[in-house]
T-cell receptor, first 117, second 113 residues
Framework: AQSVTQLDSHVSVSEGTPVLLRCNYS??????LFWYVQHPNKGLQLLLK??????LVKGINGFEAEFKKSETSFHLTKPSAHMSDAAEYFC???????????????FGQGTILTVHP | EAGVTQFPSHSVIEKGQTVTLRCDPI?????LYWYRRVMGKEIKFLLH????????ESGMPNNRFLAERTGGTYSTLKVQPAELEDSGVYFC???????????FGPGTRLTVT
C-alpha cells in the first residue's frame, strides 16, 4: 500500500523568500513521485516527476524536489517565491511494482501556499 | 492541442436527484481516470478506463455511482440518487500510455443540498 503525508496544510511566505513544502511518502515498491499544482479554477498541472533517475528533480517555474529514500521524503523547494506561485500544491505517489506502472495515483492532503507582497 | 475538458463546471442539485458529469479526454488518450475531492479531504482515485474497458474501479464508493466510456472517447459519471456526502470536486484525467503523463481537467464542483 502507498500513502502520502503533506506536513503543512498552509504555508505563508513573503515574495522573494524561499519556499519549502514538505512531503513524506510510504510505498511498498519503487515509487514514482510527483508534485502537482492547482491554481484557482484551473486543472491540476504537473510541476515535476521523480522516477528513480537523479534524486534532485528540477521542474517548471523554478521549483525542484529532492528524493531522499532514507527519510522517505520528497520536499518541494523554490529559492525565491513569486506572487504567481500562490496556489495549492499536491504531493503524489504512484507505485511501480515489478516494472509495471499502475494507473492509480495517491494524493497528499494538499498545501495551500500564500505569497505576501 | 485541446486539454481535458469537463462539463459542467459546477452543479447544484438536491438530495435524491440524479447528476451526470462528463469528461472529454485529450484526443488519442486511451487512459481516462476519475478522481474526486470531498471537502477537507485528499483527492481520491475513483476508477480507470483503458479505452472503453474499466481497468480498475476499486475507488468507486458505492453502487450509486456509474461510470461509462462508450466508444472509448468521452466518459460520463452518473450519481443516482445523490447524497449530501457526494458533494465535492470531481476531476478527470487522461494519458496516452499507462505510465504516461496525466493531464487533468479543471474539475466539476458538485454541491448536493
Amino acid at each position: 500500500a502507498q500513502s502520502v503525508t503533506q506536513l503543512d496544510s498552509h504555508v505563508s511566505v513573503s515574495e522573494g523568500t524561499p519556499v519549502l513544502l514538505r512531503c513524506n511518502y510510504s510505498s511498498s515498491y519503487s515509487p514514482s513521485l510527483f508534485w502537482y499544482v492547482q491554481h484557482p479554477n484551473k486543472g491540476l498541472q504537473l510541476l515535476l516527476k521523480y522516477t528513480s533517475a537523479a534524486t534532485l528533480v528540477k521542474g517548471i517555474n523554478g521549483f525542484e524536489a529532492e528524493f531522499k529514500k532514507s527519510e522517505t521524503s520528497f520536499h518541494l523547494t523554490k529559492p525565491s517565491a513569486h506572487m504567481s506561485d500562490a496556489a495549492e500544491y499536491f504531493c503524489v505517489v504512484s507505485e511501480d511494482a515489478g516494472g509495471t506502472s499502475y494507473g492509480k495515483l495517491t494524493f497528499g492532503q494538499g498545501t495551500i501556499l500564500t505569497v505576501h507582497p | 492541442e485541446a486539454g481535458v475538458t469537463q462539463f459542467p463546471s459546477h452543479s447544484v442539485i438536491e438530495k435524491g436527484q440524479t447528476v451526470t458529469l462528463r469528461c472529454d479526454p485529450i484526443s488519442g488518450h486511451d487512459n481516462l481516470y476519475w478522481y474526486r475531492r470531498v471537502m477537507g479531504k485528499e483527492i481520491k482515485f475513483l476508477l480507470h478506463f483503458v479505452k472503453e474497458s474499466k481497468q480498475d474501479e476499486s475507488g468507486m464508493p458505492n453502487n450509486r455511482f456509474l461510470a461509462e466510456r462508450t466508444g472509448g472517447t468521452y466518459s460520463t459519471l452518473k450519481v443516482q440518487p445523490a447524497e449530501l456526502e457526494d458533494s465535492g470536486v470531481y476531476f478527470c484525467a487522461s494519458s496516452q500510455a499507462l505510465a504516461g503523463r496525466r493531464y487533468f481537467g479543471p474539475g466539476t464542483r458538485l454541491t448536493v443540498t
